[in-house]
């Protein structure tokens, strides 16, 4: 089976722009997670989705929002963007939620000027 | 909230020699999973052992085994006959087992690197 495809792979944007990162997840996954990783925070959750709906939702601002498409495909949205959202954005899916491991992508590295 | 540790920023190891990563967490909870992924240059993130915590006898794959302490919330990572390959960033991550969430609380990472 492939694995997790993200596009783009590098991203450079301007401050108050806004931005669309795509996940594809392993066939037959259902569930996608979406992670901010940054040297000063570390590894972040942002959200979860499973079956077109978000089912956990991580300590962000509302200008990050996602989606879910109905072939499990998932879209973050990163609107009014800051130097402080420059990070590598990883997705994962599972099985489910809640259960089976998860797999990740190779990122999308966003860089923010 | 879980929180999870890993209170050894770099380690080093010589090729062939054996290496322990340690990595402890808090939780309330008495059902979860932890596992230790690793993160090479390229940034992918790969699975490298999973313990589910109702299981007493600790995961094992390959060169790689943990110690799994419960009571102590403790969860190393060992990695036997090291390779210049394992030189990565190590992640410790815990995930609840309520079957409601997917999302992983990780540490802050463990620099490995192997030396010849």
């Known amino acids: 089976k492939a694995g997790v495809t993200q596009t783009p792979r590098y991203l450079i944007k301007t401050r108050g722009q806004q931005v669309t990162l795509s996940c594809s997840p392993i066939s037959g996954h259902r569930s996608v997670s979406w992670y901010q990783q940054t040297p000063g925070q570390g590894l972040q959750f942002l959200f979860e989705y499973f079956s077109e709906t978000q089912r956990n939702k991580g300590n962000f601002p509302g200008r990050f929002s996602g989606r879910q498409f109905s072939n499990s495909r998932s879209e973050m949205n990163v609107s009014t963007l800051e130097l402080g959202d420059s990070a590598l954005y990883l997705c994962?899916?599972?099985?489910?939620?809640?259960?089976?491991?998860?797999?990740f992508g190779p990122g999308t590295r966003l860089t923010v000027t | 909230a879980q929180t999870v540790t890993q209170s050894q920023p770099e380690m080093s190891v010589q090729e062939a020699e054996t290496v322990t990563l340690s990595c402890t967490y808090d939780t309330s909870e008495s059902d979860y999973y932890l596992f230790w992924y690793k993160q090479p240059p390229s940034r992918q993130m790969i699975l490298v052992i999973r313990q589910e915590a109702y299981k007493q006898q600790n995961a094992t794959e390959n060169r790689f085994s943990v110690n799994f302490q419960k009571a102590a919330k403790s969860f190393s990572l060992k990695i036997s006959d090291s390779q210049l390959g394992d030189a990565a960033m190590y992640f410790c991550?815990?995930?609840?087992?309520?079957?409601?969430?997917?999302?992983?609380?990780f540490g802050t990472g463990t620099r490995l690197q192997v030396t010849l």
């Open positions: 994962a899916s599972s099985e489910g939620t809640g259960y089976g491991e998860q797999y």
């Open positions: 991550a815990y995930r609840t087992h309520t079957g409601t969430a997917s999302k992983l609380t």
